[in-house]
Each structure stands twice: as C-alpha cells, then as structure tokens.
C-alpha cells in the first residue's frame, strides 16, 4: 500500500482549478491555429484571433478565460494499492474546489439545489466520478464545465434498427441544434452504448482527449472524422456568425450494450475547453 | 449619445440610445459601446419581472438602455473587473419583450434569441448584440468602471453599473428583422458530400 495523505489532493486540486481556468491547454492553442488556415469568414477569422489574445490575456493576466468558471467535474482513477490518509477523499476535492476559487478569483457558479436556487459561494461541491485501477498512483484529471455549452447537451435511446447513420444523424443535429447558444467552436464528447448513465459518462470522459488527436480505434477515427467534416459544413462558424469552423474535435467512446438498445449521450463544449490532469 | 461611423467602418455607439439610433443599426455591424451598460442575468431578471407585471417602478431606469447579460468573475486586487464576457441571451427571453416595451433599446449576450423578442425589437425599436462568449478576460479591458446598483445579495448576477469605452459587439437582430446568425448560416452552409 502505498500511503497519499488528504493534503497532497487538495492542494493538487486548487492548482489544477486554477490553472484550468487561466490557461487554456495547447491542444485548443493548436486547434484555433489550425482552424485560422481554413476558415473562409472574416468574421469567423476575427473572432478565432481574438479567442487567442483572449487566452493569451488571461494565462499573463491571471484571470479566468472565461468569466464562466464552471462546474469542476472530477475524474479520479484510484489505484487500489492506495490508502487515502487524513480525511475522505470526496471531503479533498470539494476542499480544492474551494481553495483554487476563492484564491484564484474564479466565479462560484454553483447552486445548492437546482430549486430553491442559492449560491453555495464556494463551487463546490464538484461532480466526482471515481475509477478503481490497479497499482499505486492517484490519477485527478478536472474540467471546469461552462453552463451554456453544458444546457445543450443531449442524450437519445436509438433502436437497434436506426443503427451508425442513425447515430451519425442524432449528433449533427446536436451541432444544430446547439447553433450559436453554445459558443461554437465546439468540442463533442460523443458516448454510444453502455446504458443510460453509463453513456451520459462516456460523453464526458470523452472530452479529456487531447484535441486533435487520433481516436486509437481505426473504425471511430474515420467516423469522428467524418462527423467533423459534416459538422463544419453546417456553416454556422465560430459564435455562428457564419463559417467552416463549427467544431474543433469530436471524440467517440464506446462501450458493450443491450441486444435492444443504442444509447447515444453528447456532451457539447465550447472553445472554453478547459482540463487538467495530475498525478499523485 | 447616438451612432456614428467611424473611419474603420466601426460604428460608434454611445449610450443611451434612441430610436432613431437603434434604426440605424443593421444585422452584421460591427460596434464599439461607451457610455453606460447595466448587467443582468437570469436572477435578477427573476426579481424584475414581478415588479414588470405589477407595474411598480424598477432599481434602474431601462429607457434607452442596454442591458448586458453577464456575470463576471471575482475582481482581482487593482483590477475594475474580473472576466466578463456574455451568457447565453435565450434565458432572458421570457422577461425581453416587456423590457423592451418599457423603452430599454439594447440587449447585448451570445446564442438565438425567440421570435417574440425579434418582434418586440421591430415593434418597439430594440436592438440584439452578439458579445464574443468565452472572451471574458479581453471584454474585461474595455470596463473603467463598475458599481453594483441593485440586488447584490446575488453576487455575481446582482445589477451593476458598467462604464465602458469601445466596448466590441457585433449587431445580430436588428429592428428591420434581420438576423446574424441565419445570415451566417445561409452564406457558409455547405451541401452535404
């Protein structure tokens, strides 16, 4: 066993909210470079550049990318030789949480019940999903999930029979569906199969790819890549002012499903794609 | 106050706004906003709307207005603002067209907004800018000042009072029935291969 104590997460936590927040990954830097050799629109071209001074500003500003500082979603993969000392691990996050936004002046956007509607003050409490893995590390891999791109997300249960162009179909009309509300350019995370839940949690894990990366599996790497190119032929363009650029990446996991069901859950991000990871 | 055009081909608006200005907006104009723009978002909406319905007067006179629908993030120490970009314009669609009636001139967000809104703009004179989503912390530059004017208990969704100067927004829907984002759609759409 190896021994990791409630401090070291906590305090991997708030640096990982925090640099989430205020540097946008290189992957989205690549992305936005790439998309400014392809992007007909003038105005789709403005915004892509003004997206990359917006990043620029805010990593030497220190303040967020955008004001939308999101709901921190946590992916842990817990090796099952670890033993978590000094506290629960949920109570470390949540801690993280609360420390990397009130020193990293980033927005408390969360509520405490979808209800009665009153700011918990802090962001906590994240949504944490815990994998158990062999062997020895603590793998923390966070987003901060912006709302807006969030409120566009979608989930349908297909029939067997509506099979790939089925699937195909549903996510474009996600893309349109999303238009201009969600701040395209987008990243979709794309889950199909499992069950219910289980697809709605693909659709997220999928998002932690780096954008632009090839989809391991030859078969989902051609249908990303075929859903990108329909995607970008929408012409609905960086904040849909028109243009080639509607998505940045889209990013397919899969999983065994029931001989009756074809679950298909996407998840909708926008440019603000903000992740990190750290290992303990 | 009013509109004027700038030798970039930028159109210079300056707060409040008229009626005659807003006409002279159009879908796809790029603008710079100085002078005064008051934040709200789906709270204080919330707590706007039955004053509206009760006909009780509102915490900020609206008439030739923009409204701006934001929530910033915490303030830096030295700085005016946190980011401040905008919030998606289709959950204020309930409460728009009544404000709109009351003589607010401008709302200013990112997303669709429904068509009870685009006929209030056309009905009563009323304006929609696209704000750049997700470029809170280059938006932030152009605030010089803020004040929190009502409900502060919010926090980051109280009414404030946002002085800015060459504020960038680009017009969507304009008070002829024009809108941006299926203009864009309609120029760059592609048949499918």
């Known amino acids: 066993m190896r021994d990791v104590h409630v401090s070291a997460i906590v305090d991997a936590v708030k640096k990982l909210c925090i640099g989430a927040n205020v540097e946008l990954e290189p992957d989205m830097l690549r992305a936005f470079d790439r998309a400014l050799t392809t992007e007909r629109s003038p105005a789709g071209r403005q915004v892509l550049q003004i997206l990359k001074d ?7 500003r220190r303040i967020p990318y955008c004001q939308d500082t ?76 912006g709302g807006g791109c969030e409120n566009r997300s979608k989930y349908t249960m297909l029939t067997p029979a509506a099979g790939l162009e089925g699937v195909k179909d549903f ?36 998002l932690f790819r780096e954008v632009g990366s090839a989809n391991p599996d030859l078969a989902l790497d051609a249908l990303e890549k075929e859903l990108l190119a329909r995607a970008n032929r929408l012409g609905i363009g960086p904040q849909g ?29 926008c440019h603000a794609h903000r992740h990190k990871e750290a290992t303990l | 106050m009013g509109v004027t055009t700038a030798a970039d081909t930028i159109k210079e608006v300056t707060t409040p706004l008229s009626d005659a200005d807003v006409e002279s907006l159009k879908t ?13 978002r789906d709270a204080a909406h919330g707590r706007l709307w039955p004053l509206i319905q009760k006909g009780q007067p509102l915490p900020i006179d ?7 629908y934001t929530g910033p993030s915490p303030t830096r120490p030295g700085d005016v603002v946190g980011s401040i970009g905008p919030t998606t314009g289709s959950r204020m669609d309930t409460f728009t067209p009544a404000l709109i009636q009351l003589g607010l001139k401008a709302t200013m967000g990112k997303g669709a907004r429904s068509q009870p809104v685009k006929d209030a703009f056309k ?71």
Do not use: W
């Open chain 1, 70 to 145: 999101g709901f921190v979603v946590c992916f842990v993969e817990l090796g099952q030789d670890v033993h978590v000392t000094g506290g629960g691990l949920y109570d470390a996050i949540n801690e993280g949480v609360r420390q990397g936004y009130r020193e990293g002046y980033l927005r408390a956007s969360i509520v405490r019940s979808p209800l009665d509607r009153v700011n918990t003050g802090d962001n906590t409490p994240a949504v944490i999903h815990v994998d158990v893995m062999p062997g020895a590390e603590l793998k923390l891999a966070i987003m901060a999930k």
């Open chain 1, 54 to 60: 917006n990043a620029e500003m805010a990593r030497t």
């Open chain 2, 28 to 40: 796809g104009d790029r603008v710079r906003i100085t002078g005064v723009v008051y934040t709200a």
């Open chain 2, 62 to 68: 609206v008439r030739g207005q923009i409204i701006y």
């Open chain 2, 123 to 193: 009905r009563y004179k009323g304006v929609y800018l696209g704000a750049i989503g997700g470029a809170g912390a280059v938006l932030s530059r152009f605030v010089k000042r803020v004040e929190i004017v009502a409900y502060e208990d919010l926090g980051t969704e109280a009414i404030r009072r946002l002085e800015v100067e060459g504020f960038p927004a680009i017009v969507v829907n304009d008070c002829h029935g024009g809108d941006l984002y299926q203009d864009g759609v309609r120029a760059y759409a592609r048949e499918e291969t």
């Open chain 1, 171 to 206: 996510i474009i009309d996600c893309v349109k569906m999303a238009g201009p509300d969600a701040c395209p350019p987008l990243i979709l995370g794309v889950g199909v199969g499992g069950t219910f839940e289980k697809a709605a949690l693909l659709s997220k894990k999928a």
């Open chain 1, 241 to 269: 002012y028109g243009g080639d650029t509607t998505s940045l990446g889209i990013h397919v996991l899969t999983y065994p499903c029931h001989i009756t069901s074809l679950p298909v859950a996407v998840t909708i991000e």
